[in-house]
């Protein structure tokens, strides 16, 4: 059953948006992807025939205008209002708002505009993410890799692949070229501004490829937020909820509200709209869904704008526009003096970041109640339908149940148990056997929670450094120029007051290495402390 399925999603206040690849691209609709299709004189049926035929040929612009367009002149024919809702869902990823963020926010630089593209891994760049340990030449001579490390081991003499002779008990060189795995991201172009020459970050990370793959691709990434967000992030996450809950997101909901006027009609969703639309994870050829079940989707997509605005509760603004220098300069002398160039205001502890947002927080626990009220209103229905067999009701009012504890325990800032088994027995109430863990929604809901000063040891409002040689201690103005790391110490009862249970009871306080030594680590503390 479809509810089911989704529950866990709805439950855990997660939905995301997959980019799945699909064989063949073509080209079809304006700059935004808006398509007209003939609709003259055509039935519902006759219109949705043709989205699927649209869909077989990779016209999924084509085919969402069909589904629209079936909408628009049969909106009481629930299959439209379903295919509809679901169609500009998947339609959100092309909106022109998603598409300036993707492109001017983030960097993808190539992301298209068109589901059609979209839809296709040709607007991915493989990156190369291992080695492929075992490679078979065109003459069809197979053998495994063998790093510089193993060399004189094997007793040979450079890295490559090598096939081994168990009669003669000897390996020959196939190749010295290293062959990789790779995996598809969206290409991340170097910024102009980055130094590539010998002796930088960039150079010895990703130029002279000893970092691969995700690894690689996350610090280009990084690279290029620091490059287009240079104040912080907190108007990207805002443009994030804009541009996700936009124009495709509201037509959506309208579809699902409408539908709700017809809440025993029920369908069965065509297995080619399933997959191309990669919905598999939440729906098969077989379910039979109407109102309760795509309303559940509604809930799920309002968790997560909630989820969005929770974690823009927290100021994630800080002026980065002064380390820029750490992709620019060459290490030594010249690195270090742009390092103490750095105004020790910009510095985290001593500015905003992650401190509270004011008035961000409330609009998420609001966005929660609503996403879990909406989600009840489907179970509420399915107990009392009688197209649902009994064993389906039983499950779905001990799901119900844990719903309005939620809400109350939202509503009062109390402790939320989570259950093994969320569709059997009564809803606990407090820790014990069969109880995986819970949280503290006062806490998860109060503004400020989780800044820095809660997070990690602090003194005046500045951190506490440890440094470590045997048993970690504390870094001062008399030892600090020994100082070979920096460590900050993360408060555990602060996280154990928020994740709750037996896994979090033994936590204690953990040293965190910044990854900050030497000379760094010196200049670092002088700027809180001198």
């Known amino acids: ?86 169609a500009n869902l998947a339609k959100i990823s092309t909106d022109p708002k998603v598409l300036n963020l993707m492109r001017n926010r983030i960097g993808f630089s190539d992301y298209p505009n068109r589901l059609n593209a979209l839809f296709s891994d040709k607007w991915l760049k493989g990156y190369p993410e291992r080695i492929d340990y075992y490679y078979c030449n065109k003459n069809e001579q197979c053998g495994y890799w063998y790093d510089e490390d193993e060399l004189d081991y094997y007793d040979l003499s450079e890295a490559g692949y090598y096939r081994y002779d168990y009669n003669n008990r000897n390996y020959t060189l196939i190749s010295k070229t290293p062959k ?59 443009e994030v909820t804009d541009a996700v809950f936009g124009a495709s997101y509201n037509t959506a909901m309208d579809r699902i509200n409408h539908l709700e006027k017809n809440k025993d009609a029920k369908i069965s969703l065509d297995p080619y709209f399933i997959e191309q639309l990669g919905l598999e994870d939440v729906f098969d050829e077989y379910d039979s869904i109407g109102w309760a079940e795509i309303n559940i989707v509604s809930a799920a997509t309002l968790a997560l704008k909630a989820s969005l605005e929770w974690v823009s509760s927290y100021n994630w603004n800080s002026d980065l526009s002064d380390f ?29 970041l992650l401190k509270p947002r004011s008035g961000k927080m409330s609009l998420a626990k609001a966005d929660f109640i609503k996403a879990i009220q909406s989600a009840q209103g489907s179970y509420e229905y399915i107990k009392e339908s009688p197209l649902y067999p009994s064993k ?6 001990t799901i119900n149940t844990g719903m309005q504890k939620l809400i109350t325990a939202i509503n009062n800032g109390e402790k939320f148990w989570i259950p093994e088994d969320p569709t059997s027995g009564s809803w606990p109430v407090a820790d014990g056997e069969d109880v995986i863990g819970g949280i503290d929604l006062g806490n998860f809901f109060k503004e400020g929670y989780l800044s820095l000063n809660n997070l990690f040891e602090t003194e005046s409002g500045k951190p506490v450094f440890y440094t470590d040689d045997d048993d970690y201690y504390k870094v001062t103005a008399n030892n600090y120029a020994e100082v070979e790391e920096l460590y900050l110490k993360l408060k555990a009862n602060t996280i154990k007051a928020l994740i709750l249970g037996k896994e979090t009871e033994d936590i204690k306080d953990q040293y965190i290495n910044l990854g900050i030594t030497d000379d760094w680590a010196q200049i670092i503390f002088e700027k809180y402390y001198k």
């Not at 290409?187 to 995700?214: D, H, M, Q, R």
């Not at 160039?341 to 500015?351: C, G, Q, R, T, V």
């Open 1 to 86: 059953m479809v509810v089911k399925k989704v529950s866990a999603v709805v439950f855990s206040a997660l939905l995301s948006f997959a980019f799945l690849s699909c064989s063949s691209e073509s080209n079809s609709g304006d700059e935004n992807g808006n398509v007209n299709v003939p609709t003259k004189g055509k039935s519902a049926d006759e219109l949705l025939k043709a989205a699927v035929a649209s869909l077989k040929e990779s016209h999924y612009d084509e085919a969402i205008a069909y589904y629209d367009a079936a909408y628009e002149n049969y909106p009481n024919d629930p299959r439209t209002a379903v295919y509809s809702a679901l």
């Open 180 to 238: 990789y795995d790779t995996i598809n991201l969206p290409e991340i172009k170097i910024p102009s501004w980055i130094n590539k020459s010998e002796g930088t970050l960039y150079e010895s990370s990703l130029l002279s490829g000893n970092i691969f793959g995700a690894d690689a691709w996350a610090i280009s990434l990084f690279a290029h937020l620091l490059d287009k967000n240079t104040n912080g992030l907190n108007d990207a996450l805002d």
């Open 324 to 352: 820029k220098f750490l992709w620019k300069a060459k290490s030594g002398d010249a690195f270090l003096d742009s390092l103490k160039k750095i105004d020790a205001k910009k510095l985290p502890f001593n500015s905003d």
């Open 392 to 397: 389906v009701k039983e499950s779905y009012s």
